[in-house]
C-alpha cells in the first residue's frame, strides 16, 4: 500500500506561484511513476504531469513553461513547482503512484484558486 498526502494549495492572484507536495509513504521501492493530475468542476480529471523512476518528465501542453515536476527520493516527496498561474489553473490538485505491475494510488487532493 502507497499512502500519498498532497499538501500547498491554496488562493493565488494570477501570475502568481504556488509550490504543490506530495509526501509518499508505505511500500513505495516498486513505484515507477509519479504524477500531478486536476479536475476542475465540471470537467474530467487531466494528468498535469509525470515524473519516472529515473527522472523522466513529461508535460500537458497547457502547462509546458510554467509547471515544473520535481521529486525528492530522499523524503519520498513530489512537488510541482506552479508559475504565471492562471485563472483556467483552478482545480483540485491530485498526486498519483504507479507501481510496475499497474497498482495506482490517489492522494486526498488539494485545492488550487487561481483568482483576483
Known amino acids: 500500500q502507497v499512502h500519498l498526502v498532497e499538501s500547498g494549495g491554496g488562493l493565488v492572484q494570477p501570475g502568481g506561484s504556488l509550490r504543490l507536495s506530495c509526501a509518499a509513504s508505505?511500500?513505495?521501492?516498486?513505484?515507477?511513476?509519479m504524477a500531478w493530475y486536476r479536475q476542475a468542476p465540471g470537467k474530467e480529471r487531466e494528468l498535469v504531469a509525470t515524473i519516472t523512476s529515473d527522472v523522466a518528465t513529461n508535460y500537458a501542453d497547457s502547462v509546458k513553461g510554467r509547471f515544473t515536476i520535481s521529486r525528492d527520493n530522499a523524503k519520498n516527496t513530489l512537488y510541482l513547482q506552479m508559475n504565471s498561474l492562471k485563472p483556467e489553473d483552478t482545480a483540485v490538485y491530485y498526486c498519483n503512484a504507479r507501481r510496475m505491475s499497474g497498482v495506482a494510488y490517489w492522494g486526498q487532493g488539494t485545492q488550487v484558486t487561481v483568482s483576483s
Open positions: 508505505g511500500t513505495i521501492f516498486s513505484v515507477n511513476r
